[in-house]
Nanobody
């Protein structure tokens, strides 16, 4: 069992930055591929990016490449999403997710075993 708790969301102007954190419980954090998804009002949940269990590999959806960076600190059981050059279309609830022994290129929500409660990110124009 893994419990995930996101933090760091908020209101930011377009062009600004935010860093989201996702703290995980448990002692086997390194066994999980970690991902970020987001869901805007009236839209389906979409994959944002993921990081491998080792932390050596990351994968992003095209719309955030070059702007968002995922990292992990296994000593702190935490995964981060650094978001730069934010756009109004990035406005959504952001969720972190964990996949036991998962693959960092898994982009479907059903491939992840555990989810956080989400944190709201609002980008004003």
């Amino acid at each position: 069992q893994v419990q995930l708790v996101e933090s760091g969301g908020g209101l930011v102007q377009a062009g600004g930055s935010l860093r989201l954190s996702c703290a995980a419980s448990g002692r086997t954090f390194s066994a999980y591929a970690m991902a970020w998804f987001r869901q805007a009002p009236g839209k389906e949940r979409e994959f944002v990016g993921a990081i491998s269990r080792s932390g050596d590999n990351t994968y992003y959806t095209d719309s955030v490449k070059g702007r968002f960076t995922i990292s992990r600190d296994d000593a702190r059981n935490t995964v981060y999403l650094q978001m730069n050059s934010l756009k109004p279309e990035d406005t959504a609830v952001y969720y972190c997710a964990a996949a036991l022994r998962g693959w960092y290129k898994s982009v479907q929500a059903y491939e992840y075993n555990y989810w956080g409660q989400g944190t709201q990110v609002t980008v004003s124009s």
